[in-house]
């Protein structure tokens, strides 16, 4: 990367990590004061950010839109979940060492696939493992097939909802409708004192860092290259003797498992995780947020997860009657009028002004001005 | 099959649902030979490349490509690494990225898997001079940087066959080539396929005739998915099987331009 982007990837990480949780650390009478809400909201955002990166990757470069990415996402937030309800131990309402709802559902003895998330350390790789090796196995049956374009986003649609109907049912002994909720500590440490709260927004603001640095990482790298490629011609990738879908596999893969890890963040930040999380709604909030930033920008991803989800928590709060309305106003809005997002608008911006005052670059960097594709 | 044949086709038929795109079809080129194949609508003349290139899998008989290679049984991008390019009627390239890039991508390479892309990091000095040369050749080369999107059509179809020459193919199947070009850039993409066939096989598919007289040394008529005749363009123009196919399309003996 070039040295300016470094300085700005650099700053903004500081601020994130460092300056918001020192503002929050600070005495509550002091005007800088960062309140516990605010920053916990931050946290939610951020992990948001994570999974709208990895889609970015699927769909601003690659051209894969998935509707599906809810369920990447609640499975990571299950498989912490799952520690955290372990971690409770005999501290629930029940005072057994069984879960709540299981004591509810009579279920006598911890279910088989429960029993490894005791570990701590099983629960860090099941993050991972567990959305990476299920879009694994999904993307490799779908792009093998050769399924492309809108039917691909038919059957990531029908696989959020097919999660979203089994994550309702009690039989799976995940909780059913009322999913995984009352954590009381994470790894230990209380999740009721603003100390941990702190110190997971930390790790969350720098796992996001670290998944910036990822995506961009491989955007720059031919690979990279070769996924605009397939976005713009996958049927010329195929006669350049390379293989599409085996490019697809990994960017899909990489984006289930930023969706796992945004899951786990989340999970004990917000200190429930349900099918809500899951099904086609949510799946399809997901890619509002990279459209309205501006897709396959990475930046673009942040800056729409992040504001969307801020003006989301604004207006459920101040008219709750209106967000649906205003989600979908501001789908077709961006759709029809900023086609490159948020981040397009201010660089088309940055280009007019530019060319006004005479400053304008040629015709070679156009990827950039468009917002568009790094190089 | 002569001894030094780069492509072979025998007894090649096509069904799609019921309609032969491909009949039986028999049909081998040299090395090092310019071919042009020539037919009217639906005689089977992108069928055949489609075969050749592995998009379509023939319902029987072998396609040998060199001396032993059946290329029925592979994917398209396994017979381009053995060495077979393909350019498309309309052109396509890659428009969000550079021209540079385009060839980039392209070139031959060891491994074109996920992992070698993903690590191999771009620009040895072999690699720069490639890309430079193949850009000369198609004379893109004061565009290097510019996005693909801005070419013209014309442009678009060089930088294609750039992409195609670029993956180093020991034969190059080019379909209608000068489509939708001026008369100018026709000429020059004539050229292009003349230096070309230098040191490759091509395979040439072509509705003008004026351009296949230009750089035809070898003319194939298809018919209804199978070789109608072959021989020198004037051979081939007098060849009264072929004026009887083109009949009622046109008065003159000059199939032109159909499409």
């Known amino acids: 990367m070039p040295t300016r982007e470094w300085i700005a990837v650099g700053f903004v990480a500081t601020i994130l990590a460092v300056v918001l949780p020192v503002l929050n650390a600070l005495p509550a009478e002091s005007p800088f004061h960062v309140s516990n809400f605010t920053l916990n909201l931050f946290g939610k955002f951020l992990a948001y950010a994570i999974l709208a990166l990895g889609l970015d990757l699927l769909w601003g470069y690659a051209g894969v839109l998935s509707l599906g990415h809810g369920v990447f996402f609640g499975l990571g937030a299950y498989a912490m979940g799952m520690h955290l309800m372990l971690e409770i131990g005999a501290r629930g309402v029940y005072q057994s060492a069984l879960p709540d709802f299981m004591v509810w559902n009579q279920v006598t003895e911890l279910p088989l696939f429960w029993k490894p998330f005791r570990s701590s350390l099983f629960t860090l790789l099941a993050v991972v493992a567990v959305p990476g090796l299920f879009g694994w196995l999904f993307g490799f049956l779908a792009f093998r097939s050769r399924v492309r374009g809108v039917y691909f986003a038919i059957i990531t649609q029908a696989l959020a909802l097919s999660a979203w109907l089994v994550f309702n049912r009690n039989e799976l002994n995940l909780g059913g409708t009322n999913g995984l909720a009352d954590f009381k500590t994470i790894f230990g440490f209380p999740l009721n004192q603003a100390a941990t709260q702190r110190g997971l927004y930390v790790v969350t603001a720098l796992t996001l860092t670290a998944s910036y640095l990822l995506c961009r990482w491989i955007t720059r790298s031919r690979a990279g290259k070769l996924l605009v490629a397939i976005r713009d011609s996958e049927t010329r990738v195929l006669f350049c003797g390379y293989a599409p879908e085996n490019y697809k596999l990994f960017v899909f893969v990489v984006s289930a498992i930023l969706a796992g890890v945004a899951g786990a963040l989340y999970a004990p930040q917000v200190g429930i995780i349900t099918p809500a999380k899951i099904g086609v709604l949510p799946s399809i909030e997901m890619v509002v947020w990279v459209a309205a930033g501006g897709r396959g920008t990475l930046v673009g991803a942040i800056v729409g997860a992040v504001s969307v989800n801020w003006l989301q928590s604004w207006l459920t709060r101040s008219y709750p009657d209106v967000w649906l309305l205003f989600l979908g106003a501001l789908f077709m809005g961006v759709v029809l009028f900023f086609p490159d997002g948020l981040v397009g608008a201010v660089n088309r911006l940055v280009e007019r002004v530019r060319t006004l005052f005479g400053l304008s670059r040629p015709a070679a960097v156009h990827a950039d001005a468009r917002g568009g594709i790094s190089r | ?259």
């Open chain 2, 1 to 259: 099959m002569t001894a030094d044949s780069i492509v072979y086709l025998e007894d090649v038929t096509v069904d799609y649902d019921g309609f032969k795109a491909l009949d039986r079809l028999t049909f081998y080129m040299d090395r090092q030979e310019l071919r042009v194949v020539i037919g009217p609508n639906g005689a089977g003349k992108t069928t055949l490349l489609d075969v050749i290139s592995g998009r379509v899998r023939p319902e029987s008989g072998r396609v040998i490509f060199g001396h032993l290679t059946d290329l029925t049984t592979l994917r398209e991008n396994e017979i381009a690494a053995l060495g077979i390019g393909r350019k498309f009627q309309t052109p396509s390239v890659f428009v969000n990225l550079t021209v540079w890039e385009n060839i980039e991508l392209s070139l031959r390479r060891q491994s074109k898997g996920v992992f070698a892309t993903l690590l191999g990091r771009g620009g040895g000095e072999d690699e720069r001079r490639r890309i430079w040369e193949t850009l000369e050749t198609i004379g893109l080369e004061g565009k290097a940087e510019w996005m693909a999107e801005t070419l013209s059509h014309g442009e678009k179809q060089w930088l294609e066959i750039g992409m195609v020459m670029a993956q180093d193919p020991e034969l190059l199947l080019i379909d209608e080539p000068v489509a939708g070009m001026t008369d100018e850039e026709s000429s020059r993409t004539g050229d292009l396929l003349v230096e070309i066939a230098a040191s490759r096989s091509v395979l040439v598919i072509e509705h003008d005739m004026e351009f296949v007289r230009r750089i035809a040394r070898k003319v194939t008529v298809l018919h209804q998915g199978a070789v109608l005749c072959e021989g020198s363009h004037e051979q081939v123009q007098q060849d009264p099987r072929v004026l009887e196919v083109y009949v009622g399309r046109r008065r003159e003996a000059q199939p032109h331009a159909v499409d």
